[in-house]
């Protein structure tokens, strides 16, 4: 079955422990992209990758990093967090970041940050 | 500056009824828009789009019309139906250069019986 995985689903944790959280997809696709989601602010990007080890920030990258080693992967890493970085995040992708290569979502990981 | 403008934070209709979800954007680089559909507790799945050399796109139920002039897209669902209940966002992208999609906040759609 072609998905987008994301681990763990959901994640409490404290200020300034660092921490991973997974994507993979299983459909060979080029272009992957983590969104963040927060109340009355919709869908907003962090960063996204257009292949391996090419990747670029989105609107909101502060406090973030990635990595694109291998193109089924794509993990978001929060070295620091802090509590306005709780939120819901996404993992996304396409074949190709091209005008109708629809994006694929994970189900989401629900992050919080005492 | 938000590019993407859904203004309705939440729609409610009856089923059987028409539901009409807007959009208005403000970049008039925008040339291909798209709609996603998102439950609770699942992450957003493609809908319905449409390219800007277009005004009309319809798939089953669910049409898009686009109105260049006016900056602005409309989702119509027609009939609605509960299991349509979910947020529905509203995204567009530039698609020379290969931009990246930029997202409304969503509307939440409310169907009931």
């Known amino acids: 079955e072609a998905q987008v995985t994301q681990n763990p689903r959901y994640l409490i944790t404290v200020t300034g422990k660092k921490l991973t959280v997974t994507c993979s997809q299983n459909m060979n696709h080029e272009y992957m992209s983590w969104y963040r989601q927060d109340p009355g602010l919709g869908l907003r990007q962090i960063y996204y990758s257009m292949n391996v080890e090419v990747t670029d920030k989105g609107d909101v990258p502060e406090g973030y990093k990635v990595s694109r080693k291998e193109k089924r992967n794509f993990p978001l890493i929060l070295e620091s967090p802090s509590p306005n970085q709780t939120s819901l995040y996404f993992c996304?992708?396409?074949?190709?970041?091209?005008?109708?290569?629809?994006?694929?979502f994970g189900p989401g990981t629900r992050l919080t940050v005492l | 500056d938000q590019q993407v403008k859904q203004n309705s934070p939440s729609l409610s209709v009856q089923e059987g009824r028409i539901s009409i979800l807007n959009c208005d954007y403000t970049n008039s680089m925008f040339d291909y828009f798209l709609w996603y559909k998102k439950y609770p507790a699942e992450g957003p799945t493609f809908l319905i789009s449409?390219?800007?050399?277009?005004d009309k796109n319809e798939d089953g139920r669910f049409t898009v019309f686009l109105n260049k002039s006016a900056k602005h897209l409309s989702l119509h669902i027609v009939p609605s139906q509960p299991g349509d209940s979910a947020v529905y966002f509203c995204a567009a992208r530039v698609v020379s250069g290969y931009s990246t999609l930029t997202f409304g906040k969503g509307t939440m759609l409310l169907v009931s019986p």
């Open positions: 996304a992708s396409s074949l190709r970041l091209s005008s109708t290569d629809t994006q694929y």
């Open positions: 449409i390219s800007s050399i277009k």
